[in-house]
């Protein structure tokens, strides 16, 4: 059978059984066990509104509790029941985390995780905001606005291809080294060769792509701000960079911060990127790819010690970010 | 403080729209000049040319005999306060007064003397720490007065500023504003509202705009007692006078006056002259000065198709007489039950009776009268 009819029929499955599952639960619920009929009327169709909206989250629930919640107890579960040899085996539950903090690869991998987690979230977010504020009363700024957006939708590693490009060693391929020569540089250099510094080069794919995601939710939020506030300093006197930093940027702090936490928990999670541009380089290893090679080279207890350390490193960050946007929704 | 001449003020927007035109206003210091007309008539926009917010297209604008024109908003000597407060949210109410301060670079000494005593002229002493969404509705509007007192400005401007306070804080605040032009006798103020009760109690003199230019200007008793067109005859006042087609049957300095629906002849104080004779005319009686009659002369005869008994007063719509016209209302000192159903006869007295003839006053025909060409409510 071909893949395309194979596709297909998965889709039509899945659609229609899910389909069919809202309409039968539904049924089951009215017409058997809570009719609104009979003497007990009132009762029943109280008990149906109190069911319905579990009939409709059940399947994300057990999807999520499935594929999210049960991995998350068995890393956990591994992280302390599986090593890589019997000598290790015999210091005790926590060896993994033990060898995996005393491993000096880790340390380079965590140093340069805090690197992207200070770098990258900085500079989409102060990028996009700029880039939101500039395009905001251009008549082209909603072209300028889609360009900075598009990167968004190009996956990570297809970004990390473009600016493998971009950085080329050949001059008569790479842009950057076409622009050195240019200016009379003898040859093409290297940018990505095994230097801790390297990591920027990384970085700047992912502020790339992440600068259009802080630019669009930055610029609604800055539409937001009432126009009254700006005419009223325009009155009190302050110059254009008065009324941005000073009157509108206080005032989509909020939503300054949960751009910045969301791209925050985006970094610690990033792997493409150092996967696709800088895999056979030690010193440009973060954590999620020290992990994945450790799960590769099939020493699981090892891998899912690295993976409970980038959990509870993320874990912080989001349940800010979720009581930060709860917050602002109110 | 200052003085404000504005010449032949226009504002047209994209080169087609005109939106005021012919604009000329000497506005003297010391004054209260309120802006009143319908939605639409362009009021706000004129406060915000004055403000520097909106751009002069025509005209000049001057400020104590300097025409600002081009001169930005912060330099003009102006302050402005919003129909919406505009208080910076994220800065308390110190803050948001000490702003335009802190930005003129102003010593901190200075800053703090100037934000405490108008703290202290508006009662806002205890609140100087909170933030905007801490304060009450009425707090936040004497904030934003504060917030112009600080720079002590030449010429304060209102935009609407009570629309947003409910029933009783607008006459609570309207009473304060009131008392803070008493203190500030020197300063000039330009109000923009809808609401004839502020214009009427707070106003020097009235500026009804309509139409895209000035109906009248005045005091407010001029406007309620010689009103210059019907325009502003029915837009002064509230119910609007009763507009009743009649003919002029005696002429003088005292005219005589016949109604097309009969009830002999009136008398009005208003002069007129010989070629007036026979000429047709609008006869403009308000609803309050309206009196019930038994006699055989009235003004207006009709049967009462609703009342409304107010206690201190008794209001009367009668019957139209067609579709097309505006029910014609009485409004009769104290209680009278019993009325609803039966035809009344109403008259008035020569003094309360207004005569225009096209539109115009025959008090106001010597002058040029702007008609606006639109309907007053």
């Not at chain 1, 500039?134 to 590693?157: E, H, Q």
């Not at chain 1, 297809?158 to 040859?187: C, K, M, Q």
């Not at chain 2, 002590?152 to 032009?181: C, G, H, M």
Request: net charge neutral.
């Amino acid at each position: 059978m071909p893949v395309i009819v194979t596709g297909a029929i998965t889709i039509l499955i899945g659609v229609g059984g899910m389909l069919a599952y809202f309409w039968l639960s539904n049924i089951l619920l009215d017409r058997v066990f809570f009719p609104a009929k009979g003497e007990n009327i009132g009762r029943n169709v109280r008990r149906a509104t109190a069911i319905r909206p579990w009939l409709f989250v059940f399947p994300a629930i057990f999807a999520l509790s499935l594929y999210l919640v049960v991995p998350v107890f068995y890393s956990a579960y591994l992280s302390v029941t599986s090593f890589a040899s019997d000598n290790l085996a015999e210091r005790g539950r926590f060896a993994n985390y033990a060898a995996v903090f005393s491993d000096p690869e880790f340390r380079i991998a965590l140093f340069n995780n805090f690197l992207w987690v200070l770098v990258v979230p900085a500079a989409s977010t102060f990028i996009g905001l700029l880039a939101a504020q500039l395009t905001d009363r251009l008549s082209w700024g909603n072209i300028a606005k889609s360009l900075v957006f598009m990167p968004m939708a190009i996956s990570f590693v297809g970004a990390s291809l473009i600016w493998s490009f971009v950085y080329h060693p050949d001059p008569e391929i790479g842009i950057l080294n076409a622009i050195r020569v240019t200016f009379g540089a003898e040859g093409g250099r290297t940018f990505i060769d095994g230097d801790v510094i390297d990591s920027l080069w990384l970085m700047v794919v992912l502020i790339w792509i992440q600068t259009g995601f802080a630019m669009v939710i930055l610029s609604a939020a800055l539409r937001g701000v009432p126009e009254d506030t700006i005419e009223a300093a325009i009155v009190d006197g302050a110059n254009p960079f008065q009324i941005f930093f000073k009157i509108k940027v206080p005032q989509i702090m909020p939503t300054i911060l949960v751009v910045w936490t969301t791209i925050t928990i985006l970094v610690l999670k990033v792997y493409d990127i150092v996967a696709a541009m800088g895999s056979q380089y030690r010193n440009v290893e973060i954590l999620p790819t020290q992990m994945m090679q450790s799960f590769d080279s099939g020493n699981y207890g090892f891998a899912t010690a690295i993976s409970i350390v980038i959990m509870v490193l993320v874990l912080p960050v989001m349940i800010w970010n979720i009581r930060q946007s709860r917050a602002e929704l109110r | 403080m200052a003085d404000l001449k504005l010449t032949d003020v226009q504002k047209v927007y994209g080169g087609t729209v005109k939106v005021l035109s012919d604009i000329n206003l000497d506005i003297k210091t010391g004054e209260l000049i309120v802006f009143v007309g319908p939605s639409g008539c362009g009021k706000s926009t004129l406060l915000r040319m004055i403000a520097g917010l909106e751009k002069i297209t025509g005209g000049t604008l001057e400020i104590d005999g300097q025409v600002v024109n081009d001169v930005p908003p912060s330099q003009r000597g102006i302050a402005m306060v919003f129909q919406s407060y505009a208080l910076y949210p994220h800065m308390t109410v110190y803050e948001n007064m000490a702003f335009s301060l802190r930005i003129a670079k102003a010593d901190a000494a200075t800053i703090d003397a100037k934000v405490r005593a108008a703290a202290d002229k508006l009662q806002l002493t205890n609140f100087l720490d909170r933030l905007p969404k801490a304060l009450s509705g009425g707090q936040r509007q004497r904030v934003a007065i504060g917030r112009s007192i600080v720079r002590d400005p030449k010429v304060y401007l209102f935009d609407e500023p009570l629309s947003n306070l409910d029933a009783a804080l607008r006459v609570a605040t309207r009473i304060e504003i009131a008392q803070l032009k008493e203190q500030m006798p020197d300063s000039t103020m330009v109000y923009v509202t809808h609401d004839q009760v502020e214009a009427m109690t707070l106003a020097t003199r009235i500026v009804v705009l309509a139409g895209g230019g000035i109906a009248q200007v005045g005091t407010p008793l001029d406007l309620y007692e010689r009103p210059n067109s019907t325009f502003v005859a029915q837009f002064i006042g509230s119910p609007a006078m009763n507009l009743l087609p009649g003919r002029i049957t005696g002429t003088g300095d005292v005219t005589t006056l016949e109604l097309d629906a009969g009830g002999g002849q009136i008398t009005s104080t208003y002069p007129s002259r010989d070629s007036d004779m026979g000429a047709a005319v609008q006869v403009g009686i308000r609803p309050e000065d309206m009196t019930a009659t038994e006699g055989d002369i009235f003004a207006f005869q009709g049967k009462v198709e609703i009342t409304e008994a107010l206690g201190e007063v008794t209001l009367l719509y009668f019957q139209k007489a067609a579709a097309d016209q505006d029910a014609v209302i009485g409004k009769l000192a104290g209680i009278h039950q019993g009325l609803r159903g039966t035809t009344v006869r109403l008259t008035a007295k020569p003094e309360k009776v207004h005569v225009f003839r096209d539109g115009v006053s025959l008090l106001h025909r010597d002058a040029p009268v702007f008609l606006p060409g639109v309907q007053p409510h």
